[in-house]
């Protein structure tokens, strides 16, 4: 076989030709994020972006279609560009997934160039917007005419394309904001990560309750000067019980008793107490070399001081249990007198008015004492556009995993 | 609990040990065949049990820790060989397989997991097992496909014909991408319901996209017909993206506000 090497723009255009296209479109980007002294793209918000991304997508159409004999628009709409791309986002994205991402680093370089905004800054924006292209163009030859043969293809680029360009666009117009809301009280103003101005919402929500469930409290033995945990040799978490036996070296703590809800009363003696007030106290019993003793510990509150025994040198101590479950009994209403009563927990989010309701947290230094909730609102108008695209996606790949299958007994053979 | 783990890593470590050698050493003698993948298959069942016991014991699905992640990897990754063996007649690959399985169980006795019962409330979602379980198996599937990769290209190297083992190579990756695809929708619609927001470019995110273009890459350029014998190199290496993804993220300075670090361990 003779190897004939091709030469720069020699038709048709491959590799070479797009690896150039590519790198201009990364450079080119991030000169004009220099130039903008490190500002990301405009953001655009409904319509313009819906009537922005309309008019690309039918451009991108338009051309492939009127143009799918011309040499260029071929090797716009081909592999060799398309995995070009592919390898520039995948660089981009290796950036923003080393280099930490945030808006609160200014003045250097890095963050001139972009490199602590990565995903929305001008190179990946060109970057995203060829691929957006040479992807639609190849869609768009699969489209018409129309073949059943294609159906896999279709589904799989235009789900990605629907996805990635209404995800993308619509960056802009998604709505996040954090609405505190006290026990007892409503609260018809959310507050954004990025800037402290409280935003007035279309509705209000009243907190009725808020609960919070929290796993059994752990014991611990501490080294107060290194104010680390030591780990006991069966390298668990000592989740508290009657009877629990826990050993560390020099140092075994056997749980005699436990109070869940307690208080002590003037003379010291621990009486049980209700859920709402009392704390739990637990009895140990510590054998160190120098002997043995028996002791009341507790993990106080917000209202109750904490108390340890010493175990020598270190200290055995108990506090609370992790969060299990936290949520908040809720009453929201808009302007227009609408009202709906719900639960919010995490995972088990609620829908309102086009919003979508999310127990976010609470007041952490308070734990189960908390009498606030935060609830985060959240509005995506592009939401069923991307969805759509995910579960084209999903059907696509269903059947390429089918056909997959399938060419399997094709090489068994 | 520890304990119970050393047994159980040690038997499996064990049985995959002796099947192996009775495979080897037989290799012309059809009447250990049996017996030694019987041994194999012996191993990932005692793991598959020490799972289900370990699930018990939890009360939550042994999926939140990246050393619970590694167990199922051992249970499930010598299957992939002995599927490989039946399918295409190719008796290497469950030896690799079983060793990376072994590799794992190594790593976890080496650093045990805290016993640690709790679950996040954001972790406690019916996307749960679904999001990981995918995920798993298509690392498993990728690991595969990479160990074949790499065995493809030693042949090149020797210049043996090996038609056949480019395919495996293939066809792993193929049927791993498709489950990366579902693992990260899953994860996309899961994060929907719990943090409020499909994508945050959160830096496991970023990563698992990252996988994700490496074999949309691969796919690409198998399809354009680039040299299979080129792309087994491309296929070995795009196991290490996924590696980082999986266990790497915890230690770049992008993973400090990760939400996705759920061991303190």
Same mark, same amino acid.
């Given at each position: 076989?003779?190897?004939?090497?091709?030469?720069?723009?020699?038709?048709?255009?491959?590799?070479?030709?797009?690896?150039?296209?590519?790198?201009?479109?990364?450079?080119?980007?991030?000169?004009?994020?220099?130039?903008?002294?490190?500002?990301?793209?405009?953001?655009?918000?409904?319509?313009?972006?819906?009537?922005?991304?309309?008019?690309?997508?039918?451009?991108?159409?338009?051309?492939?279609?009127?143009?799918?004999?011309?040499?260029?628009?071929?090797?716009?709409?081909?592999?060799?560009?398309?995995?070009?791309?592919?390898?520039?986002?995948?660089?981009?994205?290796?950036?923003?997934?080393?280099?930490?991402?945030?808006?609160?680093?200014?003045?250097? %370089? +890095?963050? &001139?160039?972009?490199?602590?905004?990565?995903?929305?800054?001008?190179?990946?924006? #060109?970057? /995203? $917007?060829? !691929?957006?292209?040479?992807?639609?163009?190849?869609?768009?030859?699969?489209?018409?005419?129309?073949?059943?043969?294609?159906?896999?293809?279709?589904?799989?680029?235009?789900?990605?394309?629907?996805?990635?360009?209404?995800?993308?666009?619509?960056?802009?117009?998604?709505?996040?904001?954090?609405?505190?809301?006290?026990?007892?009280?409503?609260?018809?103003?959310?507050?954004?990560?990025?800037?402290?101005?409280?935003?007035?919402?279309?509705?209000?929500?009243?907190?009725?309750?808020?609960?919070?469930?929290?796993?059994?409290?752990?014991?611990?033995?501490?080294?107060?000067?290194?104010?680390?945990?030591?780990?006991?040799?069966?390298?668990?978490?000592? %989740? +508290?019980? &009657?009877?629990?036996?826990?050993?560390?070296?020099?140092?075994?703590?056997?749980? #005699?008793? /436990? $109070?869940? !809800?307690?208080?002590?009363?003037?003379?010291?003696?621990?009486?049980?107490?209700?859920?709402?007030?009392?704390?739990?106290?637990?009895?140990?019993?510590?054998?160190?070399?120098?002997?043995?003793?028996?002791?009341?510990?507790?993990?106080?509150?917000?209202?109750?001081?904490?108390?340890?025994?010493?175990?020598?040198?270190?200290?055995?101590?108990?506090?609370?249990?992790?969060?299990?479950?936290?949520?908040?009994?809720?009453?929201?209403?808009?302007?227009?007198?609408?009202?709906?009563?719900?639960?919010?927990?995490?995972?088990?989010?609620?829908?309102?008015?086009?919003?979508?309701?999310?127990?976010?947290?609470?007041?952490?230094?308070?734990?189960?004492?908390?009498?606030?909730?935060?609830?985060?609102?959240?509005?995506?108008?592009?939401?069923?556009?991307?969805?759509?695209?995910? !579960?084209?996606?999903?059907?696509?790949?269903?059947?390429?995993?089918?056909?997959g299958i399938?060419q399997k007994d094709e090489v068994a053979s | 609990?520890?304990?119970?783990?050393?047994?159980?890593?040690?038997?499996?470590?064990?049985?995959w040990?002796?099947g192996s050698l009775l495979g080897i050493v037989g290799s012309r003698k059809p009447?250990l065949k049996l017996?030694a993948l019987a041994l194999s298959a012996?191993g990932s069942?005692?793991?598959?049990?020490?799972?289900?016991?370990?699930?018990?014991?939890?009360?939550?699905?042994?999926?939140?820790?990246?050393?619970?992640?590694?167990?199922?990897?051992?249970?499930l990754i010598p299957l992939v060989g002995f599927l490989v063996e039946y399918r295409w007649k190719i008796a290497w690959l469950k030896y690799y397989c079983m060793g990376l399985a072994?590799?794992?169980?190594?790593?976890?006795?080496?650093?045990?997991?805290?016993?640690?019962?709790?679950?996040?409330?954001?972790?406690?979602?019916?996307?749960?097992?679904?999001?990981?379980?995918?995920?798993?198996?298509?690392?498993v599937m990728l690991a595969a496909s990479s160990v074949t990769a790499l065995h493809n290209v030693s042949l090149q190297l020797r210049s043996k014909e090996n038609a056949n083992g480019e395919s495996v190579s293939h066809y792993l990756a193929l049927l791993g991408?498709?489950?990366?695809?579902?693992?990260?929708?899953?994860?996309?619609?899961?994060?929907?319901?719990?943090?409020?927001?499909?994508?945050?470019?959160?830096?496991?995110?970023?990563?698992?996209?990252?996988?994700?273009?490496?074999?949309?890459?691969?796919?690409?350029?198998y399809?354009?017909?680039?040299?299979r014998s080129?792309l087994q190199w491309?296929l070995a290496?795009?196991f290490?993206?996924?590696?980082?993804?999986?266990?790497?993220?915890?230690?770049?300075?992008?993973?400090?506000?990760?939400?996705?670090?759920?061991?303190?361990?």
């Amino acid at each position: 076989m003779v190897v004939v090497r091709r030469r720069w723009f020699q038709n048709p255009w491959e590799f070479k030709e797009s690896a150039l296209c590519t790198a201009l479109a990364v450079l080119v980007g991030f000169i004009m994020q220099y130039a903008a002294s490190g500002h990301g793209i405009p953001k655009l918000y409904l319509p313009v972006n819906a009537i922005a991304l309309a008019t690309f997508a039918l451009l991108v159409l338009g051309v492939g279609l009127g143009f799918r004999n011309n040499a260029t628009v071929k090797w716009f709409g081909g592999i060799p560009l398309g995995l070009c791309l592919i390898v520039a986002i995948a660089v981009l994205s290796l950036i923003g997934g080393v280099i930490p991402q945030s808006d609160t680093f200014t003045g250097s %370089l +890095v963050a &001139q160039l972009g490199l602590h905004q990565i995903f929305s800054s001008w190179p990946f924006a #060109l970057t /995203v $917007l060829l !691929f957006l292209a040479n992807l639609g163009l190849s869609l768009s030859w699969r489209l018409v005419p129309f073949s059943m043969k294609n159906i896999q293809f279709i589904l799989f680029h235009a789900g990605f394309w629907i996805a990635l360009s209404c995800g993308i666009f619509g960056a802009p117009d998604l709505q996040r904001l954090v609405v505190p809301v006290e026990e007892g009280k409503a609260n018809d103003v959310g507050y954004t990560m990025e800037s402290e101005m409280p935003q007035k919402l279309p509705f209000s929500i009243f907190l009725k309750d808020f609960t919070l469930e929290e796993y059994p409290i752990q014991l611990f033995l501490y080294d107060p000067r290194t104010g680390r945990p030591l780990q006991d040799r069966s390298k668990a978490s000592l %989740l +508290v019980r &009657q009877g629990l036996k826990a050993s560390w070296n020099g140092v075994d703590v056997q749980v #005699l008793e /436990v $109070l869940p !809800f307690a208080l002590p009363d003037s003379n010291g003696a621990l009486h049980p107490a209700d859920k709402a007030t009392g704390i739990p106290f637990v009895k140990v019993k510590i054998t160190t070399p120098e002997g043995s003793k028996e002791e009341w510990i507790t993990t106080g509150s917000p209202f109750f001081e904490t108390k340890d025994a010493q175990a020598g040198e270190l200290l055995v101590a108990v506090r609370p249990g992790t969060p299990k479950a936290f949520r908040s009994v809720v009453s929201v209403q808009n302007e227009k007198g609408a009202q709906l009563d719900a639960t919010l927990e995490v995972n088990h989010p609620i829908d309102f008015m086009g919003w979508k309701f999310y127990q976010m947290g609470y007041d952490e230094k308070l734990g189960r004492w908390s009498q606030l909730s935060l609830i985060e609102v959240i509005r995506d108008p592009w939401l069923p556009a991307v969805y759509l695209g995910f !579960f084209m996606i999903m059907a696509g790949n269903l059947l390429f995993f089918w056909n997959g299958i399938k060419q399997k007994d094709e090489v068994a053979s | 609990m520890i304990f119970d783990f050393q047994t159980a890593a040690l038997t499996a470590i064990g049985f995959w040990a002796a099947g192996s050698l009775l495979g080897i050493v037989g290799s012309r003698k059809p009447a250990l065949k049996l017996p030694a993948l019987a041994l194999s298959a012996a191993g990932s069942l005692v793991m598959a049990g020490f799972i289900a016991i370990y699930w018990a014991l939890l009360d939550r699905p042994p999926l939140r820790t990246l050393g619970e992640t590694r167990l199922w990897y051992a249970a499930l990754i010598p299957l992939v060989g002995f599927l490989v063996e039946y399918r295409w007649k190719i008796a290497w690959l469950k030896y690799y397989c079983m060793g990376l399985a072994a590799f794992f169980l190594i790593i976890n006795l080496l650093h045990p997991d805290v016993f640690d019962k709790t679950l996040m409330p954001a972790l406690q979602s019916p996307w749960f097992v679904p999001h990981v379980v995918v995920y798993l198996v298509g690392y498993v599937m990728l690991a595969a496909s990479s160990v074949t990769a790499l065995h493809n290209v030693s042949l090149q190297l020797r210049s043996k014909e090996n038609a056949n083992g480019e395919s495996v190579s293939h066809y792993l990756a193929l049927l791993g991408f498709v489950l990366l695809s579902f693992g990260l929708i899953f994860g996309a619609l899961w994060a929907k319901e719990a943090w409020g927001h499909y994508w945050t470019w959160d830096p496991k995110e970023t990563w698992a996209f990252l996988s994700w273009l490496a074999y949309l890459g691969y796919l690409h350029a198998y399809r354009y017909k680039i040299e299979r014998s080129k792309l087994q190199w491309y296929l070995a290496l795009s196991f290490v993206v996924l590696l980082i993804c999986w266990f790497g993220v915890n230690y770049l300075p992008s993973a400090q506000n990760s939400v996705h670090t759920y061991s303190q361990s």
